[in-house]
């Protein structure tokens, strides 16, 4: 009995890209800068989420681009959820960005010290790898993240005082090439 081989068809496993999640007071907005003091590179805009006085916001222009740059998809981290795409993403020069749902979770405080977004990014990233920005991060977090996520994460903490710097964006770029 003779049976012809199957010919070698070659394959494509896709890769998906990591996520990268994004906060905006602190990364984006380095909100702790000096208040009298607009940061080199930075504009200025007033955003008004709910009734009341409205919120000073710094944003560099440039960061867009070079978030778009780094190799990752997108997403909003923030308490600005969907808000971040009509008063930060055109600033900066984003499209329109998916973003995670922390309605009902918003400030809620955890006995372990995890930082209450950490959780649903947790879960949101759903097994993909991924890098957070944001300027409230500890060990805890780094802790949460290693015993619930089995792919690669990078928790990169963000000074609020200065955002995002260009060795921010580096360690974002190594972790995305390392994957």
Not at 107 to 123: L, M, N, Q
Not at 125 to 151: C, K, L, M, N
Request: one cysteine or more; aromatic letters at 10%.
């Amino acid at each position: 009995m003779s049976r012809d081989p199957a010919p070698f068809l070659p394959y494509v496993v896709e890769v998906s890209r990591p996520l990268l999640y994004l906060d905006v007071d602190g990364p984006l907005n380095p909100y702790a800068a000096q208040r009298e003091r607009r940061p080199e590179g930075y504009t200025t805009i007033r955003v008004t989420l709910e009734p009341g006085r409205p919120l000073r916001v710094w944003l560099h222009p440039g960061h867009g681009r070079a978030l778009l740059a780094l190799g990752y998809d997108l997403c909003w981290a923030t308490t600005w959820m969907d808000a971040a795409n009509r008063w930060i993403a055109p600033v900066i020069g984003l499209p329109e960005l998916p973003y995670v749902d922390f309605t009902g979770a918003l400030f809620a405080e955890r006995p372990d010290g995890v930082h209450w977004k950490t959780e649903r990014i947790v879960a949101h990233a759903a097994g993909r790898s991924f890098a957070w920005v944001d300027d409230e991060q500890s060990p805890a977090d780094e802790a949460f993240v290693a015993a619930h996520h089995h792919a690669p994460a990078l928790l990169r903490n963000v000074d609020p005082r200065l955002g995002l710097r260009e060795t921010d964006f580096e360690a974002l770029e190594e972790f995305a090439t390392t994957l």
